[in-house]
């Protein structure tokens, strides 16, 4: 470890001696404080050494929420080793293909998804497969507790601050998820955002209910860590016992994806408004307005807070919704962002331009894809393929994402319509299609494809969506469809998908 350099496992180490006995994770029943999550950490390094497991090595997760993932990150940032959170919500081939692009020694499977990674062994170089998240090991896994190891445990483990520690797959741009590989220095410069600018300390209490494969749910629960802080740790989310969570654990903050909002305020009316929620401080996410006023209303003490990011690059502008409501915030006091147009050249104030970024908490590339890594890296420059522009204040109001980067986020997800567009087109009564974004109450924005049948041939809608959802994603699938006889044509005889969005856009 060199001079200047400063890791996830030494703000685990300094936690175990200045808050030793105040709680750092809770799972249903378990509760482990600084020191013992120190401890869980240290034992499960040395298990994963003498296993053969080492620096750059990765190790892959399908699983729920619960303390043993948590577990496993701060013994991988210990020895340096990267894990791979895999979105459980991937479809069979998508959860093969990220396994085979990232070739883990090992993989550890929750209740859920044991024989589906099972059945991939053939598929895969897979060392070993253990089990997380409780249940008993089926034939071909090994329980997670057989990892643990006391004798090594207090080793010191050469680590840098440009280590890897996790690698995330962000959505297909071009048919298939691209792993954005993020650094533990990149972790610590986040966690170092988000204590100034929501004033994280050890009486913080996170509650964990996005899942740990998602960046805004992972760099939260770090940032809470790195300042001394208690994670409540939700294996999924379910608005009933959230609201009991932050009632019971004292619970500050959490981060917020639609519909989260709207489920917690329905629930929270169903349970007769008994639920204390006056201990929260910080909400993070998007949402509208009406949402936030009315959460606002049954937390009294919350403040919302609004901003641009992506797992590319986490959290680039940041501030309090209030301050300039619609806006995405200014530039974290981590992040240098400029705007550009299509030669790299700045745009002025009010002009709009491509978000671009540098700083600490910028990734270090897509795995395996140097080509993708250079083009997003030009000019020196993280180019975030999303258009905004700022006003003479300073706030960054986003404008739209630029056409290659096309993008539907439905409840926080990232959805590419060229994915989507590419499964519909395997249909052999699909003559064209274009997929776009449309407002959705519930979800933020909901995907429309928009279709021109073959000739003579006729689909149902359901048909069609099911279609999808068998092959990719069931989050990716079409919302709704439309069926029309042609789709309007560019000069150049591509699809005017700024015609179809003009047609269709308004369609919930």
Known sequence: MGLRDYTIYDFIRRNAVLYADQEAIVYKDVRLTHREFKQKCDSLAAGLLRAGVGPGDRLGVVAHNCDEFVILYGAAAKIGTIVVPVNWRFSADEVAYVLKDVTPMFVFAGPDYRDQVLALQSETDIEKYYTIGGGDAPAGYEPFSALYDDAGAADEIDITTDTGFVIIHTAAVEGRPRGALLSQGNICAIDFQRIASEGFGPESCHICLLPLFHIAGLARLMAVMHAGGKNVIFERFDPGQVLKGIEAEKGTTFFNFSPILERLIEKHRELGGRIDLSSLRTVGGLDQSENLDQFGRIAPNVSFGAGFGQTEAMAVTWAPYSERPGSAGKPTIIAQVALFDDDDQPVAVGGEGEICVRGPSVFLGYWNRVADTAHTFRSNWHHTGDIGRFDADGYLWYVKRKPEKELIKPGGENVY??????????????????????????????????????????IGEKDLIDFVASRIARYKKPHSVVFVDALPKTGKGGIDRDQVKNEHGGKY
Do not use: F, N
């Open 417 to 458: 319509p060229a994915e989507v567009e590419g499964v519909i087109m395997e249909h052999p009564d699909i003559s064209e299609v274009s997929v776009i974004g449309v407002p959705d109450r519930q979800w933020g924005e909901a995907v429309l494809a928009v279709c021109v049948a073959q000739p003579g041939k006729t």
